[in-house]
């Protein structure tokens, strides 16, 4: 299974960075088997408020929010039981707590691969690779 963090979720409706855009929506037309974190969706909503001066309204971000939940075979609800993970990788890696959330979801449920612009790709995590769409080119 593969996840994507929040951000590329959001250039894929951002002109304002064409290059970053194309690399993300790339990624949405060619990714296989891909869950949705809860999560996510809901920072994708509060992000998009940040893409209205650009002429990206609120009815675009829903239907974009309910784009991303036909594109996931999985959608990925927070557990409790998360929190204990989330504060270990917090500790080891000194990541920030929304992106240590998102690590621990991936790493409880099984996700393979998280497409992630704001994570370390050379930290481990279990067996979950991070990759950056933006690197190298």
């Excluded at 675009?60 to 996931?72: F, G, P, R, T, Y």
């Excluded at 992630?116 to 790709?121: G, H, K, L, Q, V």
Aim: net charge negative; aromatic share 8%.
């Amino acid at each position: 299974m593969n996840a994507i963090d929040t951000n590329i979720w959001v250039y894929c409706h951002d002109t304002r960075d064409p290059a970053k855009q194309q690399k993300a929506q790339r990624l949405l037309e060619t990714i296989e088997s891909l869950v949705l974190l809860w999560q996510v969706g809901c920072e994708f909503m509060a992000a998009a408020r940040k893409l209205e001066h650009i002429g990206f309204t609120k009815g675009q971000a829903w239907e974009s929010l309910a784009d991303m939940q036909s594109m996931a075979s999985v959608i990925l609800l927070p557990t409790p039981d998360i929190w204990p993970l989330c504060q270990a990788i917090q500790k080891k890696h000194g990541i920030h707590y929304w992106d240590a959330l998102i690590l621990a979801a991936c790493m409880h449920d099984g996700v393979k691969t998280l497409y992630s612009e704001d994570i370390p790709e050379n930290d481990d995590f279990n067996g979950l690779r991070i990759v950056n769409p933006f690197r190298n080119g």
